[in-house]
């Protein structure tokens, strides 16, 4: 899953969210000097991550995609996940989308002395952008794919991954969907035992 799935998935608990979302930026156990809610957050982000990989509904999303991304099949089926998720938010959230990622922005800069570096380098552009806001437009998940090809130095060919999301929406919507509500139990199942 990406930011707003991770964001989501710490159930409102601030400092659980901000390890969730920084855990990618944190390899191994480099973690220990966090505060130890935070720790719990990055234990919970990759129990997410190691139950979404192994899904069966996620390994048909990138099954789909794999002749064309290989590898980077996962990283863009958690891109389109989040972009369902944004764009079907009112179904799981009564705070609106723009409210719940300005308030999560609030909390990246109340917080901001613990981020990692690379954290604190990409935050100005994802904040001034609205990243996350976006990922409930196509252009918004053109722009990140655009992004993320570029990170590869146009290596991966994530760019026309647009063309295979408009090819295939409703299925990979239908798939997000009965994914997610299993995801949820499991994250919620891990969140009350951390």
Known sequence: MNFLAHIYLSFNDDEITIGNF???????????????????????HRAIDTFTDAHPIVRKSTKR???????????????????????????YSDV????????????????????????KRMMPYMIADNWIYNYSKMEGITRVLDGMNRRTK???KMNFAILDLEKHY????????????????FAKQKYISL
Not at 27 to 38: A, F
Not at 112 to 118: F, K, S
Not at 170 to 185: G, H, N, S
């Open 65 to 91: 995609l794999h002749e064309n991304y290989s590898h980077y099949s996962g990283i863009i089926v958690d891109i389109f996940y989040d972009h369902y998720l944004a764009k079907n938010w009112n179904i």
């Open 96 to 119: 609106t989308l723009a409210n719940y990622v300005n308030d999560f922005y609030n909390l990246l800069e109340e917080n901001y002395a613990i981020l990692p570096d690379g954290v």
């Open 154 to 156: 146009n290596k991966s």
């Open 22 to 44: 920084i855990a990618d930026s944190i390899r191994g156990n480099k973690y220990k000097h966090l505060p130890e809610r935070v720790q719990k957050g990055i234990f919970l």
């Open 170 to 185: 409703d299925a990979f919507e239908k798939e997000f969907t009965l994914f997610f509500d299993e995801l949820i139990v």
